[in-house]
């Protein structure tokens, strides 16, 4: 059974960093082959694409974390990073990771960052 966990949410002040970790487990094969997405979504809103790594490495991030956040992949631990710079009280969401895979996606139950002003 395929099972995404994130972890590294919490309560940070304007202009503080927060690291997010995506953990996969079961699925340790197809990872390698996987593009894994950061998704957030805010209190009202839907839920949008905060940045992307596919299984060759390249990055896509949205205008709105360009510069400031940053998605890495770790395939020896199954594992998929989001680095958090300069925090805006409106990156304040419940961050989610999704596993894109043999057109399937796998999602994680997420991960709670608030950015207080």
């Known amino acids: ?12 002040q304007a202009g503080g960093s927060l690291r997010l970790s995506c953990v ?3 699925f340790t094969l197809a990872f ?3 593009t894994v997405n950061w998704y957030r979504q805010a209190p009202g809103k839907q839920r949008e694409l905060a940045a992307l790594i596919t299984s060759s490495g390249s990055t896509t991030y949205a205008d709105s974390v360009n510069g400031r956040f940053t998605i890495t992949r770790d395939n020896a631990k199954n594992a998929v ?3 958090m710079n300069n925090l805006k ?4 969401a419940v961050y989610f990771c ?7 996606d796998y999602w994680g139950q997420g991960t709670q960052v ?4």
């Not at 999704?98 to 399937?104: A, E, I, P, Q, W």
């Open 1 to 12: 059974q395929v099972q995404l966990v994130e972890s590294g949410g919490g309560l940070v």
């Open 24 to 26: 996969v487990s079961g």
């Open 32 to 34: 390698r082959l996987a």
């Open 81 to 83: 990073n989001l680095q």
């Open 89 to 92: 009280p409106e990156d304040t």
């Open 98 to 104: 999704d596993l894109d895979v043999f057109n399937r």
């Open 114 to 117: 608030t950015v207080s002003s």
